[in-house]
C-alpha cells in the first residue's frame, strides 16, 4: 500500500529565510510518481512539480528545489529566501504506475508561515 | 482555459438530505477524480473517471456516494441521507495525456451538514 508522511505540520519562518519541507513515501512499486501541491487559503491545489522514480535529478525552479532521494524514499521541497506569498500548506503526493492505480496519495500536509 | 470548476461552492444542508454537486473539468482531460478533504488532513481519493467509464472507487465511498460522468465532460458527486461526518470539502481535479500526469484542481465545494 502507498503512505506519504509529512511529519511536521507547522513550520513558521521569518521572511528571507530559507526553509525545507519533509516528504517520506513508501510503495512497494518500483514505478511510481511523486508530486508538490501547494494549497493558499484560497483553497485551490495548485501544481507544483511531478517527478518520477527513475528521475532522481534534483530540480530548481526559481526558489524552489527539489531533492528526491530514492535511498530514502525521500522527496524534500526547500523554498530559498522564503517570502510572505509563500504562506500555504503544502502537500506531497504518490502515485503508483498501474492500469488501476490512477489515484493520488496525499500526506497530510505542512503549513508553512512566512512572517515579515 | 477556464480551469476545473465546481459548484456550488459552499452547501449548507440538514442531515438526511441529498446533496449533489458539479465538477467540470478542463475540456481537453480525459480523466476526472473526484477527492475529500477534512480539516487538517490532505486530499483522500474517493473515485477516478477516465471519459465515462468510472475505473476506481475507494473504499470510502459508501452507498450513499454516486458519482456519473455521463458524456465524459461534467461530473456529478451525489450524496444520500447525507451525515454530519460527510462534512468536508469536496475537491475534483482532471488530468489529459499519459496516465499519472499532474492533476489540476478545482476549487472545491465545502459542504456542511447541519
Known sequence: ?116 | DTGVSQNPRHKITKRGQNVTFRCDPISEHNRLYWYRQTLGQGPEFLTYFQNEAQLEKSRLLSDRFSAERPKGSFSTLEIQRTEQGDSAMYLCASSGGTLNTEAFFGQGTRLTVV
Do not use: H
Not at chain 1, 530540480?59 to 531533492?67: A, D, F, K, L, P
Not at chain 1, 523554498?79 to 510572505?84: D, G
Open chain 1, 1 to 116: 500500500a502507498q503512505k506519504v508522511t509529512q511529519a511536521q505540520t507547522e513550520i513558521s519562518v521569518v521572511e528571507k529565510e530559507d526553509v525545507t519541507l519533509d516528504c517520506v513515501y513508501e510503495t512497494r512499486d518500483t514505478t511510481y510518481y511523486l508530486f508538490w501541491y501547494k494549497q493558499p487559503p484560497s483553497g485551490e491545489l495548485v501544481f507544483l512539480i511531478r517527478r518520477n522514480s527513475f528521475d532522481e535529478q534534483n530540480e530548481i525552479s526559481g526558489r524552489y528545489s527539489w531533492n528526491f532521494q530514492k535511498s530514502t524514499s525521500s522527496f524534500n521541497f526547500t523554498i530559498t529566501a522564503s517570502q510572505v506569498v509563500d504562506s500555504a500548506v503544502y502537500f506531497c503526493a504518490l502515485s503508483e504506475v498501474g492500469v488501476n492505480n490512477n489515484d493520488m496519495r496525499f500526506g497530510a500536509g505542512t503549513r508553512l508561515t512566512v512572517k515579515p
